[in-house]
């Protein structure tokens, strides 16, 4: 477990390194919102460098009392609302990214991204319901629509003057079964949230690794469960009612203090992902003297550039679950499924793979 007070003096550490530039998809609330808050409040705190600050998401009320709290908190930060259509949509992922892209090209030299954070799509077991791109809106929430903003938005996080780093939000460690065959989960027969979530976090690791072994070494990559963190995710008219009722009347009364992770320390957790402890394979090649510092990558090495991640901070990588396919096959299919999905969705087509 990463202590508490390792995280927050990286935090410190991290706002007094240089100024930052942050962008979250999901910021307008839950993690995203506790993240955005985490960050003013070491800027403010620890006499940071300064900060810009951007929050993606769809409601512009949400948006504004965030934004507002962080003005307060840190008033010399730049605290900007991007507001987003259905981010399900890889086509509004694409509207997105390059309106991020055309406000940071604004700042000329400057123009850059040094910490992304992914959190959007909050609500579960849902039952499989496609896109009009043809692909299911949790799938799409959770996974395709956080690796293409990594994609679109690379050319800005390979400009960071530090490591820079992407943080995705979801369900890292929970790999159990897989239908390579049918990775999309179209077969009603193997659809359940459960299922969707295995192939969501084996394909979070595949891809990333990929993203890693191509073009983004020098961008640490982090894929985390958070923990239980009580948010609005939980109250979701979108959850079925039996989840809602159990929640609110059984779950969060009965063991809601014990297993939860507080609002506050969630935030300067994921924040903390930015530490060097999560390094991009770039920044670790050949460091050996480091390793102990270093946490350890999906591919069992420390400082592989890949993480996933449990609550507290430590790997949480499900090795033998990898063993049971070839590791390079899979990783080659799951990336082309998912390129193949953004091509399709970006011509306006509907994925059907
Ligand atoms: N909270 C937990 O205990 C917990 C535990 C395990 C895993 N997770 C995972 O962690 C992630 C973040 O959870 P959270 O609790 O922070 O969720 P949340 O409170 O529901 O926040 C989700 C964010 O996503 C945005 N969003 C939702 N649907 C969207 C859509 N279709 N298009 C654009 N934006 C959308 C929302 O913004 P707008 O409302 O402005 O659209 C909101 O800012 C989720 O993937 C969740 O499954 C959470």
Redesign the pocket.
């Known amino acids: 477990m990463v202590k508490l007070d390792v995280v927050r003096s990286a935090n410190s550490a991290l706002v007094q390194s240089q100024p930052l530039v942050a962008v979250f ?10 993240t955005l808050r985490a960050l003013a409040t070491a800027e403010a705190q620890n006499g940071g460098k300064g900060v810009r600050a951007y929050v ?5 009320e ?2 504004e009392r965030i934004l507002s709290e962080c003005r307060d908190i840190c008033p010399e930060g730049q605290f900007k609302f991007v507001q ?5 949509l890889i086509q ?1 992922v694409d509207q997105v990214c390059a309106e991020i892209l055309e406000l940071e090209e604004k700042e000329g030299q400057d123009a850059r991204i040094d910490y992304l954070m992914l ?6 077991f849902l039952p499989r319901k496609e896109t009009k791109e043809g692909i299911d ?1 949790t799938m799409s ?2 996974y395709y ?1 956080r690796m293409r903003i990594i994609m679109r938005l690379l050319p800005l996080l390979l400009k960071s003057n530090l490591p820079p780093r992407v943080v995705s ?3 890292a460690g929970m790999e159990a079964k897989l239908f390579p065959e049918d990775l999309s989960l179209r077969d009603l027969k193997h659809f359940s949230y459960s299922q969707a979530r295995s192939h969501m976090v084996y394909m979070h690791t595949l891809f990333m690794e990929a993203l890693a072994e191509q073009n983004a070494s020098k961008v640490g990559l982090v894929h985390i ?10 109250s ?1 008219p979108e959850l079925p009612a039996w989840f809602r009722f159990m929640w609110r009347f059984v779950f969060v009364p009965l063991f809601g203090r014990f297993v ?2 507080p609002t506050e320390e ?1 935030g300067a957790r994921m924040l903390s992902l930015a530490s060097p402890r999560y390094a991009p394979q770039a920044a670790t090649d050949g460091d050996i003297k480091k390793s102990e510092e270093l946490a350890t990558g999906t591919n069992g090495t420390p400082g592989s550039g890949v993480y996933a991640l449990d609550s507290q901070c430590e790997s949480s990588i499900k090795t033998k679950a990898y063993e049971k396919f070839n590791k390079d096959e899979m990783r080659k299919k799951v990336y082309d499924h998912t390129i193949s999905a953004f091509e399709v969705a970006a011509q306006g087509g509907v994925f059907t793979e």
């Open positions: 998809f999901g910021g307008t609330g839950g993690i995203g919102s506790y993606v998401g769809r409601k512009a949400s948006a987003a259509g259905d981010l399900s509004v959190s959007q799509g909050g609500s579960i809106v929430l959770m629509s939000v979801y369900a469960f958070p923990g239980l963190v009580l948010g609005p995710a939980f979701s939860t992770v969630s």
